[in-house]
């Protein structure tokens, strides 16, 4: 079985980086695309960005464009959020989620796509 935990979240001001983790482990060949989505209390989970098993295709929201990067390590089994330029809006719980298909299969389907999630980590940016 899947396991995906996120780190690397925590509280900073606007304007300022963060780095989120997602390690995954236990049957990870079942991985083809990683993706990150974020959850406002009140709000429906939003996609952030998403990344193919190779790393050549990666998608973004448009808010995420020009500030998130997201990357990948197999040898470490881990997916990277590099996170520019916050703004208070960007608070939330952040997770990491896995599917078994590609990239341009799960990018129409949003959440419902991936399989397995993480927990998640709290960011949050103060102003």
């Known amino acids: 079985q899947v396991q995906l935990v996120e780190s690397g979240g925590g509280l900073v001001q606007a304007g300022d980086s963060l780095r989120l983790s997602c390690a995954a482990s236990?049957?990870?060949?079942?991985?083809?695309?990683t993706g990150w989505f974020r959850k406002v209390p009140g709000k429906e989970r939003e996609f952030v960005a998403a990344?193919?098993?190779?790393?050549?295709?990666?998608a973004y929201a448009d808010y995420a464009k020009g500030r998130f990067t997201i990357s990948r390590d197999n040898a470490k089994n881990t997916v990277y959020l590099q996170m520019n330029g916050l703004k208070p809006e960007d608070t939330a719980v952040y997770y990491c989620?896995?599917?078994?298909?590609?990239?341009?299969?799960?990018?129409?389907?949003?959440?419902?796509?991936?399989?397995?999630w993480g927990q998640g980590t709290q960011v949050t940016v103060s102003s």
């Open positions: 990344i193919g098993r190779t790393g050549d295709s990666t």
């Open positions: 236990g049957g990870t060949f079942r991985i083809v695309t």
């Open positions: 989620a896995a599917a078994r298909v590609p990239l341009t299969a799960v990018v129409g389907l949003g959440a419902s796509g991936y399989t397995y």
